[in-house]
């Protein structure tokens, strides 16, 4: 094996390289909008009044970054008009979505939930995931394309360090700012999430500014051969009626879904359970309408067969042909449920912190700011381990350890307005999610082949949140029915299968060395 040939001095010196810089600036960006349709927007609506099982609904805005692979080859291939022309493809992509996501935070902050204005609300977090999704996977392109491979791991570095700086903006930043402005559990007030909000808008203003001063990448466009305009029309056609036909689909639906809801409560006797079933099979079926608008499309001749095999289908083709059908069924598997624990609890530990009796500022101090630092150091613990044991033996570490960890939570809710307690949960979860988040970006990487990285990471980044986002919507209305501490033991044991796969996939795979990771 080769020794590392750079010393410290020449680390430290490329910590300087100005596209290792401007990834910070970016990932700051990419980390802002989240926990606005997450953690933060969960407080604002609980303290507007609205029940907690609607609450927990509103994470599933958070679906767009699930879905990205769908877009990402249109985000990769279409041109912007005007911005592309004086930005540059990559440029251009970014500035119209960080613009979507400012429009959107702003759209929020003038819409009170506590009005009764809960479906406006909805429609513009949706917009918001959407345009973050959007800046995602124009980031991660950007990332690649714009430095050679021994830049990658430094770029990566400082991208999730402004990103986790960004979620704390967003995360505690707004919970303080709230506060400050006067809001408060039992004493709502809807100007200060306005102003909240407003400044997290400006606060992109970053990502904005650091767009229109980076230059455009220059790479070698080593895929098919350029398309026309005609092209790129019928492609954005094919998506827009795909979209279209889930929505119609979806919306139409809601009355169906409650019907099959209530006949299923009444066969199984248990409303929880039957509710999952229902939404399921409502989401099952927008999906497959969505995908028999673009077969019918594609067949009809609206859409060149060639353009859609090379745009969605050689990505898929590739992963399926290096790994077989068999490993890479479980290996997608094992991407789709690998952080269910964490996510599934996640969605709703802000609401729990308040009912156990915490204050918006204490949330802020340790779980966002304290919180922060342990993850950000679990990180590094699970970067160095995964180095010296190997990626699969800490994946496992960590799916263990998230699991485990989920229990002192129980412990959390029977010890109630602990300040103490808290640090210590805090502590030991963050650290493990560190950790396992760390060997899991390493075990996406080794996936990926250099040709398609940027598809096949959207599709592993989006696959890994799909399942646990879905069935976090319903944690609210499972903490109604079973109460918390059943609750926690449940995300305990959504855990166990998960070890079950990182052991079987350790069979097939040994994930191979990369220069990119």
Do not use: C
Not at 58 to 73: E, H, T
Not at 83 to 92: A, I, N, Y
Not at 120 to 139: E, H, P, R, Y
């Amino acid at each position: 094996m080769r020794t590392i040939s750079h010393s410290w001095r020449h680390s430290l010196q490329a910590l300087g390289h100005p596209r290792v810089v401007t990834m910070l600036f970016l990932g700051f960006s990419a980390g802002i909008p989240l926990l606005l349709i997450f953690s933060s927007l969960s407080l604002w609506l609980r303290e507007a009044g609205v029940e907690r099982s609607a609450v927990t609904f509103f994470s599933w805005a958070a679906l767009g970054y699930s879905f990205k692979f769908v877009w990402a080859p249109l985000v990769d291939t279409l041109p912007v008009p005007f911005l592309t022309s004086k930005l540059g493809r990559r440029r251009g992509w970014m500035l119209l979505a960080q613009g979507s996501i400012i429009a959107a935070i702003t759209g929020m902050a003038f819409v009170d939930p506590a009005q009764g204005h809960l479906a406006t609300m909805a429609l513009i977090a949706v917009l918001l995931g959407f345009s973050a999704a959007t800046q995602d996977i124009v980031i991660d392109a950007y990332r690649i394309e714009s430095a050679d491979v021994s830049l990658q791991a430094l770029m990566s570095s400082t991208y999730i360090a402004g990103y986790r700086v960004g979620m704390l903006v967003s995360g505690a930043g707004a919970l303080f700012l709230a506060s400050a402005f006067g809001s408060a559990k039992g004493h709502y007030h809807y100007q200060a999430w306005q102003e909240a909000y407003l400044v997290m808008a400006g606060a992109m203003s970053v990502g904005v500014l650091t767009t229109l001063i980076i230059s455009e990448p220059t790479v070698r466009d080593e895929r098919a051969p350029s398309r026309s305009t005609a092209d790129h029309a019928r492609l954005l056609f094919l998506f827009i009626v795909a979209v279209a036909g889930f929505i119609f689909v979806f919306h139409f639906s809601s009355e169906p879904a409650a019907a099959l809801s209530n006949t299923l409560t009444a066969v199984l006797g248990a409303e929880t359970g039957a509710r999952f079933l229902a939404e399921t099979a409502r989401l099952g079926i927008g999906v497959t309408t969505a995908w028999l608008s673009a077969v019918l499309m594609i067949h009809a001749g609206v859409v060149s067969r060639d353009v859609v095999q090379a745009t969605y289908v050689a990505p898929l083709k590739d992963f399926f042909g290096r790994y077989g059908l068999k490993a890479a069924l479980l290996l997608l598997l094992l991407v789709g449920v690998y952080r269910i624990s964490d996510i599934v609890l996640g969605v709703i530990a802000n609401v729990f912190y308040q009912d156990v009796g915490f204050t918006k500022p204490e949330i802020a101090g340790v779980v966002k700011t304290f919180g922060l630092f342990m993850t950000i150091a679990g990180g590094f613990l699970g970067g160095l381990l995964s180095v010296r044991h190997g990626v699969i033996r800490i994946l496992l570490l960590g799916a263990l350890l998230s699991a485990a960890t989920n229990l002192l939570f129980i412990a959390l809710a029977a010890a109630g307005h602990n300040l103490g307690m808290l640090y210590l949960v805090i502590s030991v979860d963050n650290l493990s999610a560190g950790l396992a988040s760390a060997a899991f970006v390493a075990f996406l990487s080794s996936l990926t082949d250099i040709r398609f990285t940027a598809m096949q990471y959207a599709i592993f980044s989006s696959l890994m949140t799909l399942f646990p986002k879905i069935l976090g919507g319903y944690s609210g209305t499972i903490v109604d029915s079973l109460g918390y501490s059943r609750f926690f033991k449940l995300t305990a044991l959504l855990g166990l299968p998960v070890l079950i796969l990182v052991w079987q996939a350790g069979h097939y795979l040994n994930p191979p060395r990369t220069d990119r990771s």
